[in-house]
């Protein structure tokens, strides 16, 4: 087991916050998949994925996300996933976005500008953390932050969150697994995704 252990100055008492992060797994999308599944969360009650260079082979795709009870058997594909989003595409308006759809977009879906690509230089970078897996008292909830480079002349930040509104129990349920895929076909076929448990 890896500990990776990053540091921020403490504000007040001149020494070292720090946040440990036990590493879990690495998938390499150097062979094309058409989905990113990780599931066995049950270790931790937080999450980090860490996402570099993703990009898929088809152009004007969206990354979306479902989640899973039953450790990926089935995702939850009700209309039940409350969340916002976020893109700020350079030299274009920042626009917002809410909904409850059956999946969660990870980048603003009515933008064109911020959808998936295949031309050479496109790649998303992201960072999703999972605020809560879920349990007694609080639905599961996710948010994420990250960056857009599209052909080497459009970029943009992107951001958002996630809240699964109703899960078995409501609320009651713990989510194990997360899948990522795309909004119609086609594969992943270049990038990183690192999965880390947070023991706050």
Aim: hydrophobic content about 40%; charged content about 15%; aromatic content about 10%.
């Amino acid at each position: 087991m890896r500990i990776d252990a990053p540091t921020m100055p403490a504000a007040t008492s001149g020494g070292a916050i720090v946040f440990p992060r036990v590493f879990i797994s690495e998938t390499d999308l150097s062979t094309p998949a058409a989905t990113i599944e990780l599931t066995g969360l049950t270790q931790f009650d937080h999450y980090l994925i860490l996402i570099k260079n993703l990009q898929c082979d088809t152009n004007l795709r969206n990354l979306q996300t479902q989640f899973s009870f039953d450790n990926g058997t089935s995702y939850h594909g009700a209309a039940e996933y409350i969340w916002s989003a976020s893109s700020m595409p350079n030299a274009i308006t920042q626009v917002d976005e809410v909904g409850s759809p059956d999946t969660f977009a990870l980048m603003n879906r009515s933008n064109a500008a911020t959808q998936f690509g295949n031309e050479a230089n496109e790649g998303f970078n992201f960072e999703i953390f999972f605020n809560s897996m879920g349990n007694a008292t609080t639905y599961p909830t996710m948010s994420h932050i990250g960056t857009y480079i599209g052909s080497g002349t459009i970029w943009g930040a992107l951001k958002g969150t996630v809240i699964l509104e109703s899960t078995p129990g409501s609320p009651g349920a713990r989510i194990n697994g997360i899948k990522l895929f795309l909004s119609d076909t086609g594969n992943f076929d270049r990038g990183i995704v690192r999965l880390y448990g947070v023991p706050l």
